[in-house]
């Protein structure tokens, strides 16, 4: 049974940092993609940042040169350490995974290409 537990959201000031942790269980998580996503009040959800079975990663624009996604193999943990924080990074942030195909540049960011997620853990970023 694959679960996935988000964990390390919290409140922070503008310019701040966060790791987020999406502890998995019942597949690897090294073999498989995982995506974090986020998403804030009365907008849709938005492919943040994923994490390819190869170990490439790809991220949004938005948080490129901010956020890190990693993920490790023995604790079966994905990651999202997320630096110079702005407050429109304030989103309820979820972790997902797929366990029928693999990341492609074109699809990572698809909420509709996971079938698995968390239950999502709020992060809030004041000015």
């Known amino acids: 049974q694959v679960q996935l537990v988000e964990s390390g959201g919290g409140s922070v000031q503008a310019g701040g940092s966060l790791r987020l942790s999406c502890e998995a269980s019942?597949?690897?998580?090294?073999?498989?993609?995982m995506g974090w996503f986020r998403q804030a009040p009365g907008k849709g959800r938005e492919g943040v940042a994923a994490i390819y079975s190869s170990g490439r990663t790809s991220y949004a624009d938005s948080v490129k040169g901010r956020f890190t996604i990693s993920r490790d193999n023995v604790k079966n943990t994905l990651y999202l350490k997320m630096d110079s924080l702005k407050p429109e990074d304030t989103a309820l942030y979820y972790c997902a995974t797929n366990l029928l195909w693999q990341c492609t540049s074109g699809s990572w960011s698809l909420s509709s290409m996971y079938n698995f997620w968390g239950q999502g853990t709020q992060v809030t970023v004041s000015s």
């Open positions: 019942g597949y690897t998580v090294s073999s498989y993609c």
